[in-house]
């Protein structure tokens, strides 16, 4: 049945003596709730206090670690950027030194080149006079004998 019992609180007289029973329960009630309120409902709520300062002790701890590693990754990302921009620099001066290095190699082998080509030039020009020395000192005699043979004797000079 849905409705309670109404001789329990006394509602209707003809039922009992419920106005005396419904004293007992407050009674009793007020008796447990010191009891209750120490053993079972006081260490409920001091668990659930601690269980929630646990939480915020570690949401607080977890923000601590964020802001700990945003800091790391600021650091490394800093230090990323340093390093690539010291080995950029460092590229860009040994490229520079590459390239000056090749332009004096290349100076240096244009003036050999230069030098070599002088040189043969000498050479040339002193096989050419020496060649046409001896085609003229040949060239005398070659004429000197053509005309004995012409005249028939001998020339004198």
Do not use: C
Not at 66 to 87: F, G, K, M, N, P
Not at 119 to 124: P, T, V
Not at 134 to 144: F, K, M, Q, V
Request: hydrophobic content about 45%.
């Amino acid at each position: 049945m849905l409705i309670p019992d109404a001789g329990l609180f006394g509602l209707v007289p003809a039922l009992g003596h419920g106005l005396g029973k419904l004293w007992i329960m407050l009674i009793g009630f007020v008796v447990l709730i010191f009891p209750l309120n120490a053993l079972m409902f006081q260490p409920i709520f001091r668990a659930l206090d601690e269980r929630a300062d646990r939480i915020q002790g570690a949401r607080e701890r977890s923000k601590q670690l964020e802001a700990e590693a945003d800091s790391v990754l600021d650091r490394y990302e800093t230090a990323i950027r340093e390093a690539r921009s010291q080995s950029e620099s460092e590229r860009q001066t040994a490229l520079a030194s590459a390239r000056d290095e090749q332009a004096n190699l290349t100076t240096q082998a244009r003036s050999d080149a230069e030098q070599e080509l002088e040189r043969a030039r000498g050479e040339l020009n002193q096989s050419l006079e020496e060649a046409r020395a001896t085609l003229r000192a040949s060239a005398e005699d070659l004429a000197t004998a053509a005309a004995e043979q012409v005249l028939g004797r001998t020339l004198t000079q």
